[in-house]
């Protein structure tokens, strides 16, 4: 995975760069990885590599995927703000991408557009979902402790957000099943891989995208949804930009799915793995349920549902002795830099009552995460709903981790819930 000398941490930042294939030939001044955030195994277990980067210098370039990388919190936090010279506008991922979508653009054109989706997350918006949230928490959680051995992934972690977003987007639960199919089909556009099997994956996440657009377009054409306390009737409501076409809506829709979804049960997933693997942190939230936000803040470091994201660079962009050049593909690592050692003592401990505010695992700058406060809300729910009713969560099988790049969390995890005996 690293080349030896890296993996030793003996590399510094005046090794020069010979370079392989696409990468630069000359001098860089990073520190040459062959670190690669797209090697499966890595992604499902990516700590040590992250800690050797974090042992062997500041800035890194991966030749082969032509990648620079940064995993400092303080570099990673002033990439992140500097939006003039590193850019999303030419998309987030490895393959480069324009689109009139809030993650994807920068300046005017991203505040228009992160304008429009704003009235959907106000403090009134998530005190309506409030008790929505709590209620699908309550029954989840009680569905899980009756099944006994089972997989949380199925259970719980998966149907939760998919639950609630269903509920804020005003699906019905005669829909859902539908529902739940085109959008974990539409969602896997994001992962969209050159390769045979990936194009041929694409073809039915398109299917579905067409699916999930002719079942919006018909229930905002039969006028229920306008003027409705839905997030797409509130950003009727709300709009500041004109009338939102339905087509604009729908691409709402597909954005809050894609956002709001998988990285949610990825922390609720994480959330659940350590807990059964730190019985003692579990017993401290349960001796004090106060600390629950916080234990969700360390949750959000700890985890990192979302691990890697890219950026672009339109101008040189000087990191410490580094500069990366104009037109570069600059890797963000928010699971490397949420467990900076700079940053964070003991980085690779969970500690529930450790208030790591600093953490990107929600982004940080312009782009910072429009849903968080609802994740907040979800975790939360959850983990009060275990903290009454569970006195221990324990694993009955190896969890299994994602292998995606980007997003990561357990895809199966099969464990027990022991409830509190009834007195
Ligand atoms: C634990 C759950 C979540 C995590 C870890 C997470 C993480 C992130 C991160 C890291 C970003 C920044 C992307 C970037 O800088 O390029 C982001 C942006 C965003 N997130 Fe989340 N997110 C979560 C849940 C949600 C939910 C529930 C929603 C909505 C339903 C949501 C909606 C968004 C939107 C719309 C953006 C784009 C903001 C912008 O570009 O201005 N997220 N999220």
């Known amino acids: 995975?690293?080349?030896?000398?890296?993996?030793?941490?003996?590399?510094?930042?005046?090794?020069?760069?010979?370079?392989?294939?696409?990468?630069?030939?000359?001098?860089?001044?990073?520190?040459?990885?062959?670190?690669?955030?797209?090697?499966p195994a890595v992604a499902a277990q990516p700590h040590a590599a992250y800690d050797a980067l974090h042992r062997s210098g500041r800035v890194h370039y991966n030749p082969r995927r032509a990648t620079w990388i940064l995993h400092r919190l303080d570099d990673v936090r002033a990439a992140l703000r500097d939006t003039d010279r590193v850019t999303s506008s030419h998309g987030v991922t490895r393959v480069?991408?324009?689109?009139?979508?809030?993650?994807?653009?920068?300046?005017?054109?991203?505040?228009?557009?992160?304008?429009?989706?704003?009235?959907?997350?106000?403090?009134?918006?998530?005190?309506s979902w409030r008790n929505i949230i709590d209620k699908l928490a309550a029954g989840l959680v009680d569905d899980m402790?009756?099944?006994?051995?089972?997989?949380a992934v199925q259970r719980l972690t998966m149907p939760m957000p998919l639950r609630v977003i269903a509920a804020i987007l005003g699906v019905p639960e005669s829909d859902i099943a539908d529902f739940r199919r085109w959008s974990d089909d539409s969602t896997q556009l994001i992962n969209f891989t050159p390769t045979v099997s990936g194009v041929v994956s694409t073809a039915r996440s398109m299917r579905a995208a067409v699916a999930l657009r002719r079942y919006f377009l018909k229930h905002l054409a039969d006028g229920h949804l306008k003027g409705s306390d839905t997030v797409l009737g509130r950003l009727l409501q709300h709009s500041t930009d004109g009338a939102l076409t339905d087509n604009q809506l729908f691409y709402i829709a597909i954005l809050l799915l894609i956002a709001g979804n998988e990285t949610t049960t990825n922390l609720l997933g994480g959330m659940l793995h350590t807990y059964a693997e730190e019985p003692d942190q579990y017993d401290m939230i349960r001796d004090k349920p106060d600390l629950i936000?916080?234990?969700?803040?360390?949750?959000?470091?700890?985890t990192s549902p979302i691990q890697n994201l890219y950026r672009y660079t339109r101008a040189d962009y000087r990191v410490g002795d580094v500069t990366i050049p104009s037109g570069s593909r600059v890797l963000m690592s928010f699971g490397a830099a949420n467990r900076d050692p700079l940053a964070f003592d003991d980085p690779n401990t969970f500690r529930a009552d450790r208030n790591p505010r600093s953490h990107v695992g929600f982004g940080y700058g312009p782009h910072l995460c429009l849903g968080a406060p609802l994740a907040r809300m979800e975790a939360q729910a959850v983990l009060r709903e275990l903290v009454d009713r569970v006195t221990r969560i324990e694993m009955t099988g190896p969890t299994t981790w994602s292998t995606n790049s980007s997003l990561r969390g357990p895809i199966h995890l099969p464990v027990v819930l022991h409830a509190k005996s009834a007195t």
């Not at 689109?99 to 403090?123: C, I, M, N, W, Y």
């Not at 402790?145 to 997989?151: Q, V």
Request: proline share 5%; charged share 25%.
């Open 1 to 39: 995975m690293f080349s030896p000398l890296i993996a030793a941490g003996r590399l510094n930042v005046s090794a020069a760069i010979r370079t392989h294939r696409r990468g630069y030939s000359g001098w860089t001044g990073a520190v040459n990885t062959d670190y690669d955030p797209l090697d």
């Open 96 to 127: 480069r991408m324009v689109a009139d979508l809030v993650v994807v653009t920068d300046g005017e054109q991203h505040s228009r557009l992160r304008k429009q989706v704003q009235p959907a997350f106000t403090k009134g918006a998530l005190d």
């Open 145 to 151: 402790i009756a099944a006994g051995n089972c997989d």
């Open 293 to 302: 936000p916080q234990a969700i803040e360390e949750h959000v470091r700890y």
